[in-house]
């Protein structure tokens, strides 16, 4: 897992909103486990409901669900890791904006890549992802210089390196991974890689409109 490398002393339970996310995500999924195996997938996105008109309220709802405790455990993670610093520069209103935009915009090309493949536009989507790939995008826009603590490629140690260099590699593994799955659906497993995709390009042209109209303002805020 990935940890940061050095405390940037922003207090986790000051961004609201990051707090009230969390635990709504924890929230869903123990209502999920209510319905084990099932885990109330009529709730999730279907792209050909949302082509059909119908159910579009999944675009939010599935935002706040997972498939397993793997799913929910990776993500939650990782949010906890970037959160903070995202709410706290973009301050509290833009950055639940982006987090919704983020999350809907993964789902919608998600949809549309589909339409490539239609027989995958019956199989619900679920998942944080967009929308925490989404916040991955302002990190990289607003904090790329930080570091980060990664496992070697033996696991058997940590090696620092910048945000910006674990960002981008991850997006670019996961933008191969979409293209790949348009002609190959199911040798990358069953992630919706789009979703990633979408969230995270929103995300970061957020944060890049942010960052113009702010310029390095954000990282003077009282902590």
């Not at 979703?195 to 109209?213: L, M, P, Q, R, S």
Request: hydrophobic residues 50%; aromatic residues 16%.
């Amino acid at each position: 897992m990935v940890y940061e490398a050095e405390s940037d002393k922003i207090p986790f339970f000051k961004q609201y909103f990051s707090v009230i996310i969390l635990a709504v995500n924890i929230i869903v999924f123990i209502w999920q486990l209510t319905d084990f195996p099932q885990m109330h997938i009529e709730a999730a996105f279907v792209p050909a409901d949302f082509f059909a008109g119908l159910n579009l309220w999944t675009l939010i709802t599935s935002m706040f669900m997972h498939g397993d405790y793997v799913h929910i455990i990776m993500n939650m993670w990782f949010f906890i890791i970037i959160t903070d610093n995202c709410e706290h520069a973009m301050g509290h209103i833009l950055y639940i904006i982006t987090y919704f935009v983020s999350g809907i915009c993964g789902s919608l090309l998600h949809a549309l890549s589909t339409l490539i493949l239609p027989f995958l536009t019956t199989i619900p989507s679920l998942g944080a992802s967009g929308a925490i790939f989404g916040l991955m995008g302002v990190y990289l826009i607003l904090y790329s210089g930080n570091k980060f603590y990664l496992p070697s490629v033996t696991g058997t140690s940590m090696r620092r390196v910048s945000a910006g260099y674990f960002i981008l590699t991850y997006f670019i593994a996961e933008l191969t991974y979409a293209l790949v799955s348009l002609m190959d659906p199911f040798s990358v497993g069953q992630t919706a890689h789009f979703a990633h995709v979408g969230g995270f390009i929103a995300g970061a042209i957020i944060a890049g409109i942010f960052k113009a109209v702010k310029g390095t303002s954000y990282k003077k805020k009282p902590k």
